[in-house]
């Protein structure tokens, strides 16, 4: 049996909800293989210098679990920039989905205070994680947040062809003539 080595880096609160979520604590990232992927991208072995960047700003440390095998090859550490990278790549990735998911909510009539509450709740990012005015900022920077007339235009497109199938039973029936039929299929 092959014996875990542990890996720590600094990443946002909720890039840290986010991989424990999906991955246990300490992270086993061969759950997500993208994720995986791209963090061995980043993963090395100690040069022993220093980089000119300065110290990460995240505020969490976030424990990841590798095998001997990754230890051997890839190595044990990132450097501060692939913590930056990482946690960046991370970042746009969770974005997306957050974004993603309200969006799909907002287009169905639910409000934006409704979709953010939900998608906290449903992905388990309490307000200390990732906060309500955090998300709500994201998305008034990046997305179209009014309220969508999708239900309402699909609620007006519905009542268009109901009318217009009344309309042709009533032609069929002859109980409307044909040039009556034509000129009510004209009014929208």
Same mark, same amino acid.
């Given at each position: ?51 000119? /960047?300065?110290? &990460?700003? %995240?505020? =969490? ?9 990754? *230890?051997?090859?890839?190595? @044990?550490? /990132?450097?501060? &920039?692939? %913590?930056? =990278? ?9 974005? *997306?989905?957050?974004?993603? @998911? ?87």
């Amino acid at each position: 049996m092959s014996e875990k080595y542990t890996v720590n880096i600094k990443v946002k609160p909720y890039v840290k909800q986010y991989l424990i979520n999906n991955c246990g604590d300490p992270c086993d990232l061969s759950l997500l293989p993208e994720v995986h992927k791209e963090f061995l991208r980043y993963l090395s072995k100690p040069l022993f210098t220093r980089e000119s /960047l300065p110290a &990460s700003t %995240q505020n =969490d440390d976030l424990c990841i679990e590798i095998p001997e095998w990754i *230890f051997k090859q890839y190595g @044990w550490e /990132l450097t501060q &920039s692939g %913590q930056l =990278d990482f946690n960046t790549r991370m970042e746009k990735r969770l974005k *997306f989905i957050m974004r993603t @998911w309200i969006g799909h909510r907002t287009a169905i009539g639910f409000t934006i205070a409704e979709t953010i509450r939900g998608f906290q709740n449903k992905f388990n990012f309490p307000e200390d994680v990732w906060s309500y005015e955090a998300i709500k900022k994201d998305l008034y920077r990046n997305t179209e947040c009014e309220k969508s007339n999708t239900v309402e235009n699909f609620l007006k497109k519905l009542d268009i062809e109901m009318q217009q199938q009344f309309v042709n039973n009533l032609s069929a029936t002859g109980t409307i003539s044909k040039k009556w039929k034509h000129e009510l299929s004209q009014i929208e």
